[in-house]
């Protein structure tokens, strides 16, 4: 392997835990996740602290708007110099190649993955239905999977069970960035369906998001050492 693919979700609005944590798992993980909470609390001031020291970051603001003010925002986003962004890809074509190209221009051959959200995980088929989507949710993140490639964006954020599947359909160089990730005997917490490192980095995963594993352990850095070291092992 050469590179660290776990990065580590720093689930938290303390400003303070989130730069605590990042310096200590630097060396550890591949990077850090921040989201919208940190990100609503503490702004780009806090996302420069989480990355002082060459942390990447990726950014999970989930954009979703028109084309314009989607482009707007990801031009910002890559003054913050991220590894990683994210939009909705129900937000359409037109807006996902705006966010693609935005991202070219502004941060060139170093600019950060953009990668696109099919169906958030907390919606069931009934949900669906309800906001006028049609077929299964299954049906539905191959569906907007294969729309995002179309337009440009390097990948998906993908539970570990639709991994296989979309390595197939989107091809090796098609970003899968996977959570609900547990290492073995490790508390599920909310998460229904997960799936170990090593079973996710095999089917393809190219980047893991793992938080509480990590965030909760009495030492993070040697929690993620150890998911890191086992998946040298697997590999
Ligand atoms: O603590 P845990 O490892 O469950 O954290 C997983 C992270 O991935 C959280 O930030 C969560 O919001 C995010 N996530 C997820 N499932 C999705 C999309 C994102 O767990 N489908």
Known sequence: MTRNPIFCALDTTDR?????????????????KI?????TAHGPEGVRA??????PVFLDLKYHDIPNTVAGAVR???????????????????M?????????????????????????????????????????????????AALAQASGIDGVVCSAHEIASLRRECGANFK??????RPD??????????????????????VLVIGRPITGAADPAQAART?????????
């Open 96 to 144: 996902m190649k705006a966010a693609v190209d935005a991202a070219t221009k502004a941060g060139g051959a170093s600019r950060p993955w953009v990668i696109a959200v099919t169906v958030l995980t907390s919606l069931d088929d009934a949900d669906l239905a309800a906001v006028g989507y049609s077929g299964s949710a299954g049906d539905n993140v191959r569906r907007l």
């Open 227 to 235: 998911i890191r070291d086992g998946l040298a092992r697997a590999a």
């Open 35 to 39: 989201g919208k909470e940190f990100f």
């Open 16 to 32: 303070d835990r989130a730069v605590t944590l990042a310096r200590g798992l630097g060396g550890s993980v591949g990077g850090v």
């Open 185 to 206: 005997g490790a508390a599920l917490g909310d998460q229904k369906r997960t799936m170990t490192p090593a079973e996710a980095l095999a089917l393809g995963a190219d």
């Open 76 to 94: 910002a986003a890559c003054a913050l110099k991220p590894a990683i962004i994210n939009v909705h890809a129900a937000g359409g074509r037109a």
């Open 50 to 55: 989480v990355a002082a020291g060459g942390m």
């Open 176 to 181: 899968l960035v996977v959570p609900g990730i």
